[in-house]
């Protein structure tokens, strides 16, 4: 959402929360606008009217995120995506779905599809799908908050650093 979304943001929210009979604090509406802040609001306005009809109680930002993840795209969905893309496209463009490139990444880059043979493709699509679904909220997780994960990944490396230099002494 852009900064001029959250009039409407609170708008929808604010219905949400009085149709649920909760009560918001300035708090949680800080919450809410930091953890719905990659959705567009028109978006988040759909999935809002959507957990109104099938929340029992308040939707919460995680309900949003669940409603998120149901509709992405099936491993056989996702794998019909990456061969159109890699019939040429993945030459001048990156795709624009994360999760998708991370997952051809996993198995060879676009090039292993764009460049293999038709006899084969079957077992590379086999791979792609096993890899696609193996995929855990974890990985969503890396691809969200890359910054995060660089961070972590460095603080593994200076502790290792630390243990090698107390073993060896150097």
């Not at 800080?30 to 099938?54: C, Q, T």
């Not at 060879?108 to 995929?135: H, M, Q, S, V």
């Amino acid at each position: 959402m852009e900064v001029d979304d959250r009039a409407e943001f609170v708008r929808v929210l604010n219905g949400l929360a009085a149709i649920k009979r909760v009560d918001l604090t300035e708090d949680a509406y800080e919450l809410w606008w930091h953890s719905m802040r990659d959705w567009p609001i028109n978006d988040f306005k759909v999935a809002a009217g959507y957990l109104l009809k099938n929340c029992q109680f308040m939707p919460a930002p995680n309900d949003f995120e669940e409603l998120r993840k149901k509709n992405r795209p099936s491993a056989h969905e996702a794998w019909a995506d990456a061969l159109c893309f890699a019939d040429g496209a993945w030459r001048k463009d990156v795709h624009e779905d994360k999760r998708l490139n991370a997952v051809v990444d996993a198995i060879g880059g676009w090039p292993a599809i764009a460049l293999c043979e038709t006899a084969k493709l079957g077992f590379l699509e086999r791979r792609f799908i096993e890899t696609y679904n193996d995929f855990s909220d974890s990985d969503d997780a890396r691809l969200a908050l890359p910054d995060l994960t660089e961070r972590t990944q460095n603080d593994k490396a200076l502790q290792i650093g630390q243990i090698v230099k107390g073993i060896t002494g150097t």
